[in-house]
């Protein structure tokens, strides 16, 4: 298939969805600005380090959620259970977007392990600490917050302790698409 049949194919394709159209251009346009900006690197002030490997606090997490969506979010579906000696919960997180003005969700999953008495078995129930169950169900559940944040964008930690090789970069295609047919048309 030749470059210009397929360059005609697109540009008809694109006509089509209206996305040249003067009525919907801004819109798409402020999507990918928006996502841009929900890929763009978090705060550094923010990262936090432990024994080598970079994360965000849930605070952050949730401070940089209520400033990208104006404090619309919320979670829901939130399910725990106990494996052995750990909490595992899944979580859904749902967060306003601002400029599509639709709920988008994203599931997470989160574990933390029950605290027990120094040296125990991990399955004697008898040497969990007491009371630690107030502590490790909300830190599995800020690690499943967090865990769903992050496919987001790198603003909620996506990436922070990937190696480089292994990151791909977000690339705002329908507006390189639009400046390339306006280019093309003029």
Not at 28 to 42: D, H, Q, R, V, Y
Not at 153 to 164: A, N
Request: aromatic fraction near 6%.
């Amino acid at each position: 298939m030749s470059k210009d049949l397929v360059k005609n194919s697109l540009s008809e394709q694109l006509r089509q969805a209206d996305i040249l159209s003067e009525e919907i251009r801004p819109q798409l346009i402020a999507c990918e600005k928006f996502t841009s900006g929900l890929n763009s690197a978090p705060p550094q002030a923010n990262i936090k380090d432990r024994q080598g490997v970079k994360y965000l606090p849930i605070s952050s997490i949730e401070s940089q959620l209520d400033k990208m969506f104006a404090g619309l979010w919320k979670t829901t579906n939130m399910e725990w259970k106990v494996v052995v000696n750990e909490i595992i919960v899944s979580i859904e997180l749902h967060v306003f977007h601002p400029i599509a003005k639709v709920w988008i969700s994203r599931s997470g999953v989160g574990a933390a392990q029950i605290r027990q008495k120094s040296g125990s078995d991990i399955q004697d129930i008898s040497s969990k600490i007491k009371n630690s169950m107030e502590m490790d169900v909300p830190h599995a559940k800020a690690d499943a917050i967090k865990n769903a944040a992050k496919s987001l964008g790198k603003y909620f930690g996506r990436d922070l302790s990937r190696k480089t090789k292994d990151v791909a970069s977000y690339t705002p295609v329908l507006l390189s698409k639009i400046k390339s047919l306006s280019n093309d048309e003029a």
